[in-house]
Nanobody
Framework: QVELVESGGGLVQPGGSLRLSCAASGSIASINVMGWFRQAPGKQREFVAHSTITGSGVYADSVKGRFTISRDNAKNTVYLQMNSLKPEDTAVYYC??????????????WGKGTLVFVSS
């Protein structure tokens, strides 16, 4: 069994910062890609950012220059530093990982989400 657990969400004022964390646990052989999606009320889930196994980050245009993704491979953990937050960043943020549980099996996993609410 593999589990992704997010933390770090909360209420923040516009212009503020938050840092999200996501830790993967269980029978993990390797993690190829680890990142974040978000879903605002009434909208579809959208890509935010991901980090490859080498640490290269890919970002949605809407967060470029404001969000930074990083990962600690030794801890199977990915972080999302969110700066200059805007009300439109309000959403449930979901951790996502493409990982292998054996040499022959690779699957996509999701966390349960953490709420980020940006409001004055």
């Amino acid at each position: 069994q593999v589990e992704l657990v997010e933390s770090g969400g909360g209420l923040v004022q516009p212009g503020g910062s938050l840092r999200l964390s996501c830790a993967a646990s269980g029978s993990i052989a390797s993690i190829n890609v680890m990142g974040w999606f978000r879903q605002a009320p009434g909208k579809q889930r959208e890509f935010v950012a991901h980090s490859t196994i080498t640490g290269s980050g890919v970002y949605a245009d809407s967060v470029k220059g404001r969000f930074t993704i990083s990962r600690d491979n030794a801890k199977n953990t990915v972080y999302l530093q969110m700066n200059s937050l805007k009300p439109e960043d309000t959403a449930v943020y979901y951790c996502n990982a493409l990982l292998a549980t054996s040499a022959l099996r690779r699957d996509n996993y999701w966390g349960k989400g953490t709420l980020v609410f940006v409001s004055s």
